[in-house]
């Protein structure tokens, strides 16, 4: 049976100061710098990424940006793909977005926002785990894409990188 590897990322800590409506909110200053700690755990941690797929928010594609400039070391950089459905998805509709991923596609990152990741994940592999701010869940996924069952993963890392 094949196996594919789901990374669930949270987005980076976003700025709260300004009046952006929350879609546009960007990364505060400690956001611009979790986010690089994560792809460089990425860089060293996952042999390959296929594909990353990315809530439209600003603070979510501003920290795949900013991981993603972190993976130099890697064959080639992954396709990014944005996906609407990620942003304020619950994790029902992030479920939804992991069964359309093409076969094609071994190693998936998944960019998106609580509580929405951090059920993903505790319905994905039955455990749960605290998704802050720039924390990453790496989980096994048996059979295919399409046939993602809850229960089915096993989780094999989580935490924010550390600084």
């Keep these: 049976m094949a196996e594919h590897t789901l990374i669930v990322l949270r987005h980076a800590k976003s700025d ?5 409506s929350d879609v ?11 986010a690089p700690e994560a792809g460089r755990w990425l860089a060293a941690n996952v042999g390959r990424i296929d594909l990353a797929v ?16 972190e993976l130099d070391e890697m064959p080639e950089l992954p396709e990014t793909r944005e996906d609407e459905r990620v942003y304020a998805a619950s ?23 609580n509580p929405g990741v951090e059920d993903l994940v505790e319905q994905l592999t039955g455990v749960w785990v605290s998704m802050v701010t720039s924390a990453l869940a790496v989980v096994e996924l ?3 894409w399409a046939g993602v069952a809850p229960g089915s993963g096993t989780l094999r890392a989580s935490g924010r990188p550390p600084s």
Excluded at 62 to 69: D, N
């Design 16 to 20: 709260w100061s300004g009046h952006e």
């Design 91 to 113: 994790s029902g509709e992030l479920l939804d977005v992991v069964r359309g991923i093409d076969e094609r596609h071994g190693t998936v990152v998944l960019v998106g926002h």
């Design 24 to 34: 546009h909110r960007p990364l505060a200053d400690r956001g611009r710098k979790q």
């Design 54 to 69: 990315v809530s439209p928010a600003t603070r979510a594609r501003s920290t795949w940006e900013l991981a993603a400039a």
């Design 142 to 144: 048996p059979g295919t």
